[in-house]
DNA sequence: CGCTAGTCCTGTCTGC
DNA sequence: TGCAGACAGGACTAGC
């Protein structure tokens, strides 16, 4: 479910926890954890240091070099609930439990979703490609990895492994913004396209945190808050409307598995 | 090595 | 109202 803006919301409203002590964590489904380099009992009695992100993982960094890393999947939800028990909520897998009598609730319905206690971020993210925003992603960089790939141009930017964070709907969207249809092959990309692309990626990405994420079904910030991205949305969601430029049907069609929206008018 | 298709799950919506 | 089938914001991996 979350791509990179939503995460990163997710991210800014649990800074309200930074500092937090823990109290005890509690893993109600252990094959939720996909891995456990120390015993995560250990985290009670220490705070939390900070909560940062990198692509669509969020980082709880705790005291001692202890790491709790997260990835909500297609269906995760992270909750800061002030309830002893949230009621009607299923399918809560983990919860911690912090010593001002709030705790952080981790909810995946799908279990795409999983989490790693790490002493290392890295050994998670060795082969995660850049950060979509900062600086080294840029013309030339993607100018190198467009490079001769005969795979869609779609494909390769969920390719999480090139680039971190673009998911589904943010990469319909910053297609349409670069006017580049997402079946293109992505070594056909001229220098010209590959500059607009990245500026769209940009300004997409940033267009979805400023409205805290895009909400179209279950997405909530972890004080329970809708996105409002959705509002915005050019091509996503909105198969066989009219596209706000031309004004003709928006297409959809299945690219790698996952549905793509775009305009066969505006975008070449 | 690069790429495609299948797989992991549950919930919700559509059409009969 | 019930039920089958399609579909969903992600990402691994077997196999070509």
């Given at each position: ?153 779609k ?13 589904n709907i943010y990469a319909d969207e910053a297609l349409f913004s670069a006017r580049i249809l997402p079946t ?16 769209s990626?940009?300004?997409v990405?940033?267009a979805?945190?400023?409205q805290?994420?895009t909400?179209l ?11 409002g991205f959705q509002n915005y949305l050019q091509v996503y969601g909105r198969h066989q409307q009219a596209c706000h430029r031309c004004g003709q049907p928006i297409q959809r069609q299945v690219?790698?598995?996952?549905s793509s929206h775009f305009c066969s008018v505006c975008q070449k």
């Amino acid at each position: 479910m979350p791509e990179l803006p939503e995460v990163e919301t997710i991210k800014n409203t649990l800074q309200s926890a930074v500092g937090a002590v823990v109290q005890a964590i509690e893993i109600r489904r252990q094959d939720y954890v996909r891995r456990a380099d120390y015993d995560p009992a250990g985290l009670s009695g220490g705070n939390i240091a900070s909560v940062t992100r990198r692509g669509k993982y969020l980082v709880v960094h705790f005291h001692n070099d202890q790491y709790l890393i997260i990835h909500l999947g297609m269906s995760g939800r992270v909750f800061l609930s002030s309830e002893v028990d949230v009621p009607g909520l299923s399918h809560v897998h983990v919860v911690i439990h912090l010593s001002d009598h709030r705790q952080i609730l981790l909810q995946d319905p799908r279990r795409f979703g999983g989490i790693w206690f790490v002493r290392e971020p890295g050994v998670v993210f060795s082969h995660m490609g850049l950060e979509p925003l900062s600086s080294s992603f840029n013309v030339r960089y993607l100018t190198q990895i467009v490079q001769n790939r005969r795979v869609a141009i779609k494909t390769l930017l969920l390719n999480q492994n090139m680039i971190s964070g673009i998911g589904n709907i943010y990469a319909d969207e910053a297609l349409f913004s670069a006017r580049i249809l997402p079946t293109r092959m992505a070594g056909s990309l001229n220098n010209h396209e590959i500059r607009i692309l990245v500026r769209s990626i940009k300004k997409v990405l940033r267009a979805g945190i400023e409205q805290r994420g895009t909400t179209l079904r279950d997405y909530r910030d972890s004080d329970n808050r809708p996105g409002g991205f959705q509002n915005y949305l050019q091509v996503y969601g909105r198969h066989q409307q009219a596209c706000h430029r031309c004004g003709q049907p928006i297409q959809r069609q299945v690219i790698n598995q996952r549905s793509s929206h775009f305009c066969s008018v505006c975008q070449k």
